[in-house]
């Protein structure tokens, strides 16, 4: 099974202000890395899907990058709405998996 | 617009089954690889099952094989997970979710249901 470690666990972040989360793959998983948000009680919603490619109506300050094992997600500006957990998620290989999450929280 | 509505949660004995049903709309049914996942209480998102555009692929993880099943009726644009054996650990809220694609399984999770509670408990 393939292992997502993310970091930070927390972040507490000031509106505008540049966020960047990590994902690390326990073995390599070409670009098959996913990214979702969720907000308190509500479904996951998709942002990036296969590393870096952007979702239609997904707002333009989200960004991902990476390969292999090292991927990152950017918010850049951060804004009061995007206060959520974020998740990691690979298709590489079965059984698909899920990063811990990374809580962020506006200060 | 993609709509995915699971029902049939609640709450059950150690033991027990429960049916879950997600209907979908907006969008061609039979051509999608279908979804089940679920989240704990406060925990983070763990994959249960997937069923391709056609049935012909299925997989489960390993905590629910031989107790869950995963199945599709392409008429009724609608997907099941029959949960048998129920055990305190499958606790969760689940969520049908669409991959974009045929069959196969490497793919982001384009659209998610609200979820449905499951609660094991005597």
């Known amino acids: 099974e393939i292992v997502l470690t993310q970091s930070p666990d927390f972040q507490s972040v000031t509106p505008k202000e540049k966020v960047t989360i990590t994902c690390r793959a326990s073995?390599?998983?070409?670009?098959?890395l996913h990214w979702y948000q969720q907000k308190p009680d509500q479904s996951p919603k998709l942002l990036i899907k296969?590393?870096?490619q952007s979702i239609s109506g997904v707002p333009s300050r989200f960004s991902g990058s990476g390969s292999g094992t090292d991927f990152t997600l950017t918010i850049n500006s951060l804004e009061a709405e995007d206060a959520a957990a974020y998740y990691c998620?690979?298709?590489?290989?079965?059984?698909?998996?899920f990063g811990q999450g990374t809580k962020v929280e506006i200060k | 617009e993609v709509q995915l509505l699971e029902s049939g949660g609640g709450l059950v004995k150690p033991g027990g089954s429960l049916r879950l049903s997600c209907a979908a709309s907006?969008?061609?049914?039979?051509?999608?690889?279908m979804n089940w996942l679920r989240q704990a209480p406060g925990k983070g998102l763990q994959w249960v099952s997937s069923?391709?555009?056609?049935?012909?692929?299925?997989y489960h993880a390993d905590s629910v094989k031989g107790r869950f099943t995963i199945s599709r009726d392409n008429a009724k644009n609608s997907l099941y997970l029959q949960m048998d054996s129920l055990r305190v650990e499958d606790t969760a809220v689940y969520y049908c979710?669409?991959?974009?694609?045929?069959?196969?399984?490497?793919?982001?999770?384009?659209?998610w249901g609200q979820g449905t509670l499951v609660s094991v408990s005597s």
């Open positions: 979710a669409r991959a974009p694609l045929y069959s196969g399984y490497d793919s982001d999770l384009d659209y």
């Open positions: 907006g969008f061609t049914f039979s051509t999608y690889t």
């Open positions: 069923i391709s555009s056609g049935s012909r692929s299925i």
């Open positions: 073995q390599s998983i070409g670009v098959s």
């Open positions: 296969y590393a870096s």
């Open positions: 998620h690979q298709s590489s290989s079965l059984p698909q998996t």
